[in-house]
């Protein structure tokens, strides 16, 4: 049999997240877009822009699934299945298989894409990665983004709340078709893994790509400013 375990995530033609995987606490971890709505991002009453975790396999409240109760949000009166907040279009995300960390590459809008590094100790530290406040680290909720300009509010507020946490990317890389690099970047990026095998010059390593440009690189995690 075939049964929905959770229905109500925001939709769109484009912008909607879409991968699942089970982390390394054993629970369900759903990316979501923005579902074309920049502001659902920030905020904390949708599920559109998001990282969730739940647990599929105990039902509660009427639901198929029970919030993983260390989700942080819950705190600040935000829907319970919120893990981070503050995305675009995550939908690419990955663990690494020995620590635990994430890996969230997130697609960017005009000119930022972005790839961010969580390790597995501070997954419940209120984390919020920016969008539609910023894109990268380039603030844009005050600027001439039309796509942002009903984001203003829920940002200034967010960003004054001292419980919430707003971190920059580990990497970011502007469009080509902004810099006129040739190709050399990209205009969306791809996520990929984290390799692990000790037997191999590659341990260690982790491997993204762009989806235009099918460009793929790597970041060599052995190196301590990687």
């Known amino acids: 049999d075939v049964q929905t375990v959770i229905d109500d995530i925001p939709g769109a033609p484009w912008h909607d997240g879409g991968r699942i995987a ?9 990316t979501t877009g923005d579902a074309v709505n920049p502001g659902w991002s920030q905020d904390l009453s949708s599920l559109a822009g998001k990282i969730l975790r739940i ?5 509660d409240d009427n639901k198929n699934y029970l919030s993983a109760i260390e989700n942080p949000f819950i705190k600040l009166q935000g829907k319970p299945e919120i893990l981070f907040t503050g995305l675009r279009n995550p939908w690419s995300f990955s663990f690494d298989s020995k620590t635990g960390d994430i890996y969230i590459p997130d697609v960017g809008s005009e000119y930022i894409e ?4 969580v390790k597995y100790e501070d997954f419940n530290n209120y984390l919020n990665f920016g969008w539609s406040c910023y894109e990268g ?9 039309n796509d942002v ?9 967010n960003l004054k709340n001292k419980s919430m946490n707003f971190i920059e990317p580990s990497l970011q890389y502007f469009h080509d078709s ?7 970047y990209g205009n969306s990026i791809t996520g990929g893994v984290l390799y692990r095998n000790t ?6 390593h982790y491997f993204f790509g762009d989806l235009v440009t099918s460009n793929i690189w790597y970041i060599d ?3 301590k400013n990687n």
């Open 178 to 184: 902004i810099v006129k690099t040739d190709s050399l």
């Open 199 to 204: 037997s191999s010059i590659w341990d260690n």
């Open 55 to 59: 647990n599929p396999f105990i039902k």
């Open 149 to 157: 300009s009903k984001s203003t509010k829920l940002c200034e507020s």
């Open 22 to 30: 089970f982390g390394p606490d054993d629970k369900l971890y759903i």
């Open 221 to 223: 995690r052995n190196k």
């Open 114 to 117: 972005e790839l961010n590094i």
């Open 137 to 145: 680290t380039y603030e844009i909720f005050e600027k001439h983004y």
